[in-house]
Every structure is written in C-alpha cells, then in structure tokens.
C-alpha cells in the first residue's frame, strides 16, 4: 500500500481530484511499477499508462499548436511546474516542425511555488490547499534539465538551443528577459500561474508581441478558487473571446483577432 506521502504530493497539485481519483492514480502507480515490462518499454508504450485526463490535454494542447502552426514567434510557458506541460509543446515543435529553429520554448517558474497571495486572489474568503505562499513549488528543476539535454540529442538542428527554463519572479525576470531579447516575437503564452497579478503582468508584456493570429492560453479561468486568473484576462484583453475545448475544459484559450 501507499504511503501517505503519495496521496499528500497528488492534493497538493489539484483542488478537485476526488479521492476515488486519487487512489486511482496510485493504483495506476503500482500497476507501472509491477508491469511485467522493463521500464524502456514502458516508457516507449506511455499509452498503456496514461488516464483519460491527461490524454485530454494531450490532445488539447495538439489543437492548440495547430492553431500557431504558421504563425511567427516563440512559445512562452508561465508556470513550469514539473515540466509536462512545457516538454509537451517542446516535442510537439520537434515531432511537427523540426526545422523551425527560430520558435523557442521559453518557460518561467520560481520553482519554490507561489511567492505571496496577493488581496486580489484571496478576496472570495475561502482557503485551499493550492492557494498559499509555496503553492506549486517543484523540486525537479535538475531533472527537467537533464530531459531537455535527452530531448536535444533527438531532434533535427539540435545544435541551436530549443529551449530555455528562467528561473525566479516572474515579476522581474519577465521584463529583464524582454529587455535582453528585444528580438522576441510571441505566437503561444501558456498561463498557469492562476495569480492576478503575475497574470495581468505577463499579459500586458507579451500580448503586444503577440501577432495576429496568436493564441493565449489561460488554465483556472472561472474557477472560484483562482480568481485572480479570470480578473487579469478581462483587465488586459477586456474584449476577449474566450474559448475552450469540451474535452478539456480547464483550458480556455483566447486567439489574437
């Protein structure tokens, strides 16, 4: 059986995961580590572990690059968390399009989880167990490194850098990063970081550098434990058409009109 830690480190990332899905995970967990295979063929066969959620977002984030598939301009992730989402569209531009060297894969994270909740994200009243100082926090910064530099040695042009994970405040490395990249264009910004107000200052950065056509990605939209998420989208973008996809729906999408 699990220990307790197991079920602690799986609430610690969700606020809706019922316990029937929580144990389900850990059962899952233990079928992978029994699984008769040896672990390079679990790895190369992920699909005989992977559950309906999070082939979803798969799936979602597949529609999504194809919306940028010809617009110009590098892929901006806010909150890299462990990093799946991150390496998702990093093998997503390998697998679909090797040879565009000029879209990078731009990730910010603190990487010791949220800095401070400001009044905005706090003001319904209510506590949850993501919402706090720490919030988030990884501990597989060295790790996901070392899966970028495999990921490197199996892509086309891997002698230009592909990638690149900027570490601390999003609040003072974001403007930092713009005033050393002047260059930068931006086709997808991925926002996970659910905040007002690290949110509201990614946006109003990079959605002028944004072209026509491209596409903002905002999790936690209207979801009443992350309000700041949906109050900064309608203070930058007040006229925003938001999208989603109904298998899922935790991402909701803006495309640049």
Known sequence: MPDDRAYADLEAA?????????DGVVELAAAFADSPLTLEERLVNPALFMRRQELSYLLANYEIFKLIANVKGSIFYFGVFHGAGFMTFATLAAALEPY??????VGFDTFSGYPEIGATDSAHGREYRTLVPGGFSSDGKESL??????????????????TKLVE????DTLPAYLDANQHTVVSLTILT?????????????VWPLTPRGGVAIVHSLNEDYYPGATRAVFDVI??????TFPFAPNLAYVVKA
């Open 168 to 171: 601390g405040d999003v609040t």
């Open 193 to 205: 970081m659910n905040l007002y107000e690290p949110t509201k200052l990614a946006l109003e950065r």
């Open 145 to 162: 490194e070392q899966i970028i530099n495999l990921y490197d040695r199996n892509r086309p042009l891997s002698h230009i850098p592909k």
């Open 238 to 243: 007040p006229d925003a058409e938001i999208r």
């Open 14 to 22: 969700t606020e809706r995961a019922s316990k029937g899905e929580l």
């Open 100 to 105: 565009n060297h000029t879209r990078e894969i």
